[in-house]
């Protein structure tokens, strides 16, 4: 059994180990507060009762991060966060640093490492193919990120006293602003296109704020498109899922995690399998309202699908996927970019990736809204309202532009005293207040006052009938 001692500020949870000399001894592991130190303590509890308990006793780099990965990536990464994170330690890590004993790991050595790191080659993963040559600043603070929480697993599990890489020296990452298609260029490209699959992709990534994989794991008992919800503008999709190749190796070691479902595989590869799973975060999965004219698509699209059910009978697959084969077998995202592709090259269109209509999205709207970034995150699903400020704070600057303006105006122009100031903003008022100028009347209206004054009427009678 384990207990937990507070030691400080800190929380220790205590428990027994029997080394390799078959040696009973005491082992300590530190968390900073009691919350996780009871999490870790119910976790050791629970594997000695069942005899899979294996306390941590990594020598190496390699060792650590095996141990970091079972104890805590199984329990707490995504699917694609422990495959994006297993090919970094796989790639980059472990073959260059990963046999180095702990202590060797002093701040100097691995600030050696991150700086070597953008001399090497990117190594190609399945299905992804290696935007440079070599390791970008971006992946090398991927790669760092996943170094600083192993080792402060190393320092809780009391294997080394300091983290190494808690202030290490990163390369700077230039963030370049992504190329996204104007309103007028993509109804341009819309018009162009003679794919259905593409024309609703684009649409459905433009007014929705989509990302590829939700978009294809899109089903129809998540969409109300009924005649009353869009009569009256409340026709929506629920985002609940996405539409992902993984490998089966990972499927297998996170015991299948988040999946919803795994679709029987039709390719050569053995290795990978396509599924349905869960959102990475939470706030992925959201409501998000229709235009009407997306809605009728969608309409059409169900009423073509209902056809080729009717026509394939048996033959049909129906997984009740929006985007699929015409055997209701769900396509990929590799279909829609190579459609897209196409699209650009045959009609000279300028060169953006499908994720870029996403952006153009949330620019829209921030731009439709008067920069409610509030709303806009409810439609994009991003983690952090922080995210949408900070990728997509320029969309307001104008309104800030005329901020700057209106000082100018009122402040520094002529340099206006406090009275002058105060007469301008007082008249501004009385503008305000005062009645605004009556349109000009008509002649029916005209008419019909003349008629109500009772003498006038009399007299237009007289007058008519000495016509």
């Known amino acids: 059994m384990a207990s937990i001692v507070k030691r400080k500020s800190k929380y220790s949870v205590v428990y027994n180990i029997v080394d390799e000399n078959g040696v009973k001894r005491q082992r300590w592991e530190t968390f900073a507060s009691q919350a996780e130190a009871k999490k870790r303590k119910a976790q050791i509890e629970y594997q000695q009762s069942t005899g899979t308990f294996i306390a941590p006793t990594a020598k190496t780099i390699r060792e650590l991060l095996e141990e970091y990965i079972n104890i805590y990536g199984i329990n707490t990464w995504a699917l694609s966060t422990y495959e994006s994170r297993r090919a970094l330690i796989d790639n980059y890590i472990n073959p260059i640093i990963g046999d180095m004993p702990l202590e060797q790991a002093t701040p100097r050595v691995m600030d050696k490492y991150y700086r070597d790191l953008l001399t090497v080659k990117a190594k190609p993963r399945p299905y992804q193919t290696p935007r440079n040559e070599y390791l970008s600043p971006r992946t090398v603070k991927e790669i760092h990120k996943i170094l600083r929480n192993a080792f402060n697993q190393a320092v809780k599990w009391e294997m080394i006293s300091r983290n190494p890489v808690l202030n290490a020296t990163l390369p700077k990452c230039e963030t370049k602003p992504r190329e996204i298609w104007t309103a007028d260029t993509l109804f341009h490209a819309l018009e162009l296109c003679d794919d259905d699959n593409l024309a609703l992709a684009l649409n459905l990534a433009f007014s929705c704020s989509l990302r590829m994989g939700e978009m294809l794991a899109l089903t129809w008992d998540c969409i109300d498109i009924s005649a009353e919800s869009i009569s009256h503008d409340c026709a929506s ?196 207040a005062a009645p605004q100028p009556a349109e000009p009347e008509t002649d029916q209206q005209l008419l019909l006052k003349l008629l109500n004054n009772p003498e006038m009427a009399a007299l237009l009678k007289t007058l008519a009938k000495s016509l």
């Open 237 to 432: 999709i629920f985002v609940n899922k996405e539409l992902q190749r993984v490998q089966k190796q990972s499927l297998e070691m996170l015991d299948g995690k988040g999946v919803i479902k795994v679709f029987p595989s039709i390719l050569v590869s053995k290795h990978t399998a396509l599924v349905l799973k869960e959102p990475k975060t939470k706030t992925s999965v959201r409501k998000v309202f229709l235009p009407k004219t997306v809605a009728e698509m969608l309409l059409k699209r169900q009423a073509e699908q209902n056809e080729l059910k009717e026509l394939f009978g048996d033959e049909y697959t129906d997984y009740g996927l929006v985007f699929c084969s015409p055997m209701g077998t769900p396509i990929e995202g590799q279909v829609i970019n190579r459609a897209l592709n196409k699209l650009i090259e045959d009609n000279g269109l300028p060169k953006v990736v499908f994720h870029s209509l996403r952006h153009s999205s949330i620019t829209y709207k921030l731009k439709l809204n008067g920069g409610d970034m509030k709303s806009v995150q409810g439609d994009s699903g991003h983690a952090q309202l922080k995210m949408v400020a900070d990728v997509y704070s320029h969309i307001i600057d104008e309104d800030r532009r005329l901020n700057a303006k209106r000082f100018e105006d009122a402040f520094y122009s002529g340099h206006k005293t406090e009275d002058e100031l105060d007469g301008l903003h007082a008249r501004s008022i009385e503008q305000a």
